[in-house]
């Protein structure tokens, strides 16, 4: 079973409505990171929060998404808006920024689905 | 993202090897890490390597050449469960170094 755990599984959205998904990294891993992985497509990075601090983001994010990690226990990624090209599995990870700093943990993903 | 490139399928035959390759352009490097992922599944972390030669982790191994951009994972004694997405990541120094840079992934199918 995956460290790291995602909510919902399966989001559906007409398009223009919001969405949001949770993430709770795996406990005591300071560093969350949000991934866009689109059918057949590599996994695009979003967003990476260090100690609930988001230090670096893509420009589609700071533009259409709102991402939080309010504690360390629990973590958020929204749409305020969404569009088609939305469609997507959304994958959160962690790390232990520790002697197994390498091994980033992923969470099961989100997959949502804008109509 | 980053350069990063993967052929997109692979096929094996069950009992024998298979050779993932990668190949990355990146202003820094910070190393590289490779994953299994399956269908509809998170990527699950198998290696990662930061010097240059041959790693052996027992079912898989993997190579890296940091002066030719190019890293492989070899699976040996393939069994049909071994089919599924590997992926490379680069960790970039250029950019933010905490954030790995993933390629498209290599489908791989072992036949019986």
């Known amino acids: 079973d995956a460290a790291v755990t995602q909510k919902p599984r399966y989001l559906i959205k007409m398009k223009g409505q919001e969405a949001e998904m949770k993430c709770i990294p795996e406990?005591?891993?300071?560093?969350v990171f949000w991934y866009q992985q689109k059918q057949s497509k590599e996994l695009k990075f979003l967003i990476y929060?260090?100690?609930?601090?988001?230090?670096?983001q893509i420009d589609m994010v700071k533009e259409r998404f709102s991402a939080v990690c309010p504690s360390s226990s629990l973590c958020s990624l929204g749409i305020r808006t969404c569009e088609a090209e939305d469609s997507a599995l959304y994958l959160c990870?962690?790390?232990?920024?520790?002697?197994?700093?390498?091994?980033?943990?992923f969470g099961p993903g989100t997959r949502l689905t804008v109509l | 993202g980053q350069g990063v490139e993967q052929p997109a399928k692979l096929m094996s035959v069950e009992g024998t090897f298979a050779r993932v390759n990668c190949t990355y352009s990146?202003?820094?490097?910070?190393?590289l890490s490779w994953y299994q992922q399956r269908e509809g599944q998170a990527p699950v972390f198998l290696s990662y390597?930061?010097?240059?030669g041959l790693k052996d982790s027992g079912h898989f191994s993997t190579f890296l050449s940091r002066s030719n951009g190019y890293s492989y994972l070899l699976l040996t004694e393939l069994q049909i469960k071994d089919s599924a997405s590997y992926l490379c990541?680069?960790?970039?120094?250029?950019?933010?170094?905490?954030?790995?840079?993933f390629g498209s992934g290599t489908k791989l199918t072992v036949e019986p």
């Open positions: 990541a680069v960790r970039d120094l250029g950019s933010n170094y905490n954030v790995l840079y």
């Open positions: 990870s962690s790390i232990d920024w520790g002697e197994n700093y390498a091994e980033q943990f």
């Open positions: 390597v930061v010097l240059d």
């Open positions: 929060f260090q100690n609930q601090q988001p230090l670096d």
């Open positions: 990146t202003s820094g490097f910070n190393g």
């Open positions: 406990k005591g891993h300071t560093a």
